[in-house]
């Protein structure tokens, strides 16, 4: 195999080589980490949270807009809400109840306070939340009121006095970190709870407790108010379905929910992705026709040399075999530096993508190695047959 090799290698290129190497690496990095980064993004767009499930919507009332529901008042009705339900692809609805008294809420983090503000919380039927039942309870007069925050508090802090305060970013798993002190004013007395954090929510406007607290402090706090709905939370077949939709347009009814717009955004990820895998494709491709057409040129200067070592004994497999071992070095090459590419770009936009939701996919590289491997299988195996092809040109 030495001697073969010491004979076969003289006028290799080795500028055509490395100009192989750097087209199949760029585009090999363009797939992989095209490939990873969709991996990556995907749970995060189309992840649920405890409280907005994949099928669940939020309305409210277009005022002056409705044709059959009743009135022009932004509150939903009895009335309005037993049509809603007489509609087949509704399976269930529930109402936002609200406080009907003043509450200041201050939260703080690490024993920092972030945030004092007047608030307001809400409430919807438990049946809709899916959090520990342990978690999600209260008892009536206790001071202690678990909650659901809108992930749009923690972003506020994670890029903005965080960053400033040179504070711990804030995840799901260290949401224990969060206090929140609830004072509620009343006839010129504070009542105070504490908010203790069970979930985050990238749907919520505003802080959510659990129904029998609500229930409970409207009737401790403010007796003698009327309490209306302006928002309903429905579960429906099929959020994407057109005639669902043209419903509610139908019916002066407007949808808060964004998965609408999620799904558009993870449809424009996937076609964004595959244009990109498809243009490290057609590199990769060209590469590897750079990478043919050296070993056909090699092939071809050696031509003389090969007949001679063809009709003195040698098959046709040893004799193609050292041009098949530098195709498939110059391929593991290639692969090795494309997935340590993928790591470094992957650890940089992973970061960026933690200080922007707080949470980030716990998807490893394994399935883009995976995906690595496989293209350099088919890759080496290609040039194995092709290169062969050639030297039994050479032979007949």
């Known amino acids: 195999m030495k001697l073969l090799w010491k004979l076969l290698r003289h006028n290799i290129s080795h500028g055509q080589m490395c100009g192989f190497a ?9 797939i992989l980490s095209g490939y990873q980064f969709y991996n990556d993004v995907l749970p995060i767009l189309t992840s649920e949270d405890s409280f907005m499930k994949s099928n ?3 309305v409210t009332k277009h005022i002056g807009m409705g044709k059959t529901l009743s009135g022009r008042n932004s509150s939903f009705t009895e009335h309005d809400i037993a049509e809603l339900k007489a509609q087949t692809f509704i ?3 529930g109402k936002f109840t609200s406080t009907n008294y003043k509450t200041d809420a201050r939260m703080n983090i690490g024993g920092k306070q972030i945030l ?4 307001f919380f809400e409430s919807v039927p438990d049946e809709f939340i899916d959090v520990d039942k342990n978690l999600w309870t209260y008892t009536p007069g206790s001071t202690d009121v678990p909650v659901i925050l809108p992930r749009t508090y923690v972003n506020m802090y994670n890029f903005g006095f965080a960053r400033a305060h040179s504070m711990p970013l804030i995840s799901d798993g260290l949401l224990s970190m969060i206090d929140i002190n609830i004072i509620v004013h009343v006839n010129g007395e504070e009542k105070k709870f504490r908010g203790h954090v069970v979930a985050l929510s990238g749907s919520l406007s505003a802080i959510l407790v659990p129904q ?14 009327v309490n209306t709905s302006d928002r309903l939370l429905m579960e429906v077949t099929d959020v994407s379905d057109k005639a669902t939709n043209q419903y509610f347009e139908d019916n002066g009814l407007e949808l808060e929910s964004d998965k609408i717009n999620t ?5 424009f990820l996937r076609l964004l992705t595959s244009l990109v895998i498809t243009i490290g494709l057609i590199i990769s491709i060209l590469s590897f026709y750079t990478l043919i057409l050296s070993i ?3 092939v071809q200067k050696n031509t003389d040399k090969l007949q001679n070592l063809l009709l003195i004994g040698y098959p046709r497999k040893q004799v193609s075999l050292p041009y098949q071992l530098l195709a498939a070095t110059l ?4 692969l090795i530096l494309a997935i340590l590419a993928v790591i470094i770009i992957r650890l940089y936009y992973m970061e960026l993508l933690q200080s922007l939701y707080s949470t980030t996919s716990t998807n490893s590289v394994v399935y883009t190695i995976i995906l690595g491997l496989s293209i350099f299988i088919i890759i080496t195996l290609l040039n194995t047959i092709i290169i062969r092809n050639k030297i039994a040109q050479i032979h007949s």
């Not at 799904?263 to 449809?267: G, L, R």
């Open 212 to 225: 029998k607290f609500m229930d409970w402090s409207n009737n401790e706090f403010a007796p003698n108010e």
């Open 22 to 30: 750097l087209a199949n690496l760029f585009g090999m990095i363009i």
């Open 296 to 298: 056909y040129l090699l």
């Open 91 to 93: 399976k269930k609805i």
């Open 116 to 119: 004092n503000t007047e608030m």
């Open 56 to 58: 669940y919507i939020m």
């Open 331 to 334: 391929n593991l090459a290639v």
């Open 263 to 267: 799904e558009k955004t993870v449809h």
